[in-house]
Antibody, heavy 115, light 112 residues
Framework: EVQLVESGGGLVQPGASLKLSCVAS????????MSWVRQTPGKTMEWIGD????????NYAPSLKNRFTISRDNAKSTLYLQMSNVRSEDTATYYC????????WGQGVMVTVSS | DIVLTQAPLSVSVTPGESASISCRSS???????????LYWYLQKPGKSPQLLIY???NLASGVPDRFSGSGSETDFTLKISKVETEDVGVYYC?????????FGSGTKLEIK
């Protein structure tokens, strides 16, 4: 059974950094592109970016490219999202997905940016 | 960026009746390979989004055939025939033709 489990969220102050993780199981992680998507409290869905199966290539939403970094550790079957200089508008639930946002999504992890 | 405009914002449906949701793209979603890269999702309350339709008209595995997708290069429709109470939630369209990938703003389906 494919499972994606995000962690690392919580309350963070504006300007701080935060790293989210997504542990994958039930499939060969190193065979798949992976993506991050977020959903704001107002329910807006936003694609953040994705990473090639070997970690050699990434794509980002232009508005997030300078602050967010996606990486992966195939040996640990883990996807990461490094968030820096976070802002209140980064408050959202963050989902990892396998490949294009398709069938497999994690349960999501909440990030709240507030002082 | 490709902008996806969904309508209506919300829809209220009597069980057993049909519902249609529109998604209009600011650009053709037809690729050079003849694939229309428009996807539909349902997010039930408190749950992660689930894929309903991929590549405009293909039903995802396990999705009831009450759901169907259709459209052209820029105008798309999700139809739900014989709506059931379990269909409640927010429906999103999304495009994966080109980066950055984008989502519609969502349509909330409620039961009368």
């Amino acid at each position: 059974e494919v499972q994606l489990v995000e962690s690392g969220g919580g309350l963070v102050q504006p300007g701080a950094s935060l790293k989210l993780s997504c542990v994958a199981s039930g499939f060969t992680f190193s065979d798949y592109w992976m993506s991050w998507v977020r959903q704001t409290p107002g329910k807006t869905m936003e694609w953040i970016g994705d990473i090639k199966y070997d970690g050699s290539y990434t794509n980002y939403a232009p508005s997030l490219k300078n602050r967010f970094t996606i990486s992966r550790d195939n040996a640990k079957s883990t996807l990461y999202l490094q968030m820096s200089n976070v802002r209140s508008e980064d408050t959202a639930t963050y989902y990892c997905t396998r490949g294009l946002p398709g069938v497999y999504w994690g349960q999501g992890v909440m990030v709240t940016v507030s002082s | 960026d490709i902008v996806l405009t969904q309508a209506p914002l919300s829809v209220s449906v009597t069980p057993g009746e049909s519902a249609s949701i529109s998604c209009r793209s600011s650009k053709s979603l037809l690729s050079s390979k003849g694939i229309t890269s428009l996807y539909w999702y349902l997010q039930k309350p408190g749950k992660s989004p689930q894929l309903l339709i991929y590549r405009m008209s293909n039903l995802a595995s396990g999705v009831p055939d009450r759901f169907s997708g259709s459209g052209s290069e820029t105008d798309f429709t999700l139809k739900i025939s014989k709506v059931e109470t379990e269909d409640v939630g927010v429906y999103y369209c999304a495009q994966f033709l080109e980066y950055p990938f984008t989502f519609g703003s969502g349509t909330k389906l409620e039961i009368k």
